[in-house]
């Protein structure tokens, strides 16, 4: 099965009921924001630099996370069933773009906190951070490498597609790297719920990864043994399925 996109004629009603759930979660949670964010910036405007560094190491793990998990279903084909593989493909190159995004702005704000300042120095070099420097260093680093892989898509081309590829597994570093900072250099690593985020994010990474590799030895060992010799001696008539299966192979991440 397919997926081919949903009825067109069904558009403005589908709209129409996202706007209104919006409204619904506006009108009731608003207010409560407001003025509690109205309470913070009265009472602990000095904290709002580190509330807000919080904030965005949480969402740039998650985005992270999200494209890890994407590109494994990717390579996978789970979600060849239900969305297009463009679709898909687009979504988890954006988690990783927004993920560096949200990365480097928690950077940032560190030189905001006043209660452990950080120079620009030591916000961009590994190991020079006047707190967990090792932690903090594993955090630098995956933001780094996480920019190569970034990098990647858009040179994907002019680098091929073995290297494109042999990119990507870096990610997996990135990820540990990303998590080990959470925990030992985050200052709720101490909360159940921040330890439930990186177990579950963690746990799912790891299934998938394994089950990916499961996969392709099972794909290895059904493959039959002259497979390749007869599509390197393929004619030159038959290469458009071969170049679509190409298409098709280099969209997995």
């Given amino acids: ?9 069904s558009r403005w009603l589908r709209w129409g009921l996202l706007a209104i759930g919006i409204g ?21 405007r000095a904290m ?5 560094e919080r904030l ?6 998650l985005a992270m996370t999200g494209s890890v998990v994407y590109g494994l279903l990717l390579s996978t084909k789970i979600l060849d069933a239900i969305a297009h593989r463009p679709i898909t493909f687009a979504l988890h190159q954006d988690l990783a773009s927004i993920g560096v995004g ?3 702005v928690h950077g940032m704000l560190l030189a905001l906190d006043k209660s452990v300042p950080f120079t620009l120095a030591q916000i961009v070099v590994p190991g020079l951070a006047p707190y967990a420097p090792v932690w903090v260093a594993a955090g630098q680093l995956s933001l780094f490498l ?3 892989v970034i990098a990647s898509f858009y040179l994907r081309r002019r680098i091929g597609q073995r290297a494109w590829r042999a990119l990507h597994y870096v990610t997996f570093l990135a990820f540990v790297g990303a998590t080990a900072h959470g925990i030992m250099a985050g200052t709720d690593s101490g909360s159940s719920w921040a330890w439930g985020l990186y177990a579950g994010s ?5 299934f998938l990864l394994v089950y990916r590799i499961a996969l392709s030895a099972s794909r290895r060992r059904s493959r039959p043994d002259g497979a390749a010799r007869r599509v390197t001696a393929a004619p030159e008539v038959g290469r458009a399925p071969l170049v679509r299966a190409a298409t098709e192979a280099s969209l997995e991440a």
Avoid: H, N, Q
């Fill in 24 to 44: 619904i979660v506006v009108g009731v949670a608003g207010p409560r924001a407001i003025a509690a964010l109205a309470t913070t910036w009265e009472t602990k």
């Fill in 56 to 61: 965005f190491a949480f969402l740039a793990y």
């Fill in 48 to 52: 709002l630099p580190w509330v807000f």
């Fill in 202 to 206: 963690s746990i799912a990474v790891v």
């Fill in 102 to 104: 949200f990365a480097a």
């Fill in 146 to 148: 996480m920019a190569v």
């Fill in 1 to 9: 099965m397919t997926f081919r996109g949903l009825d067109a004629r």
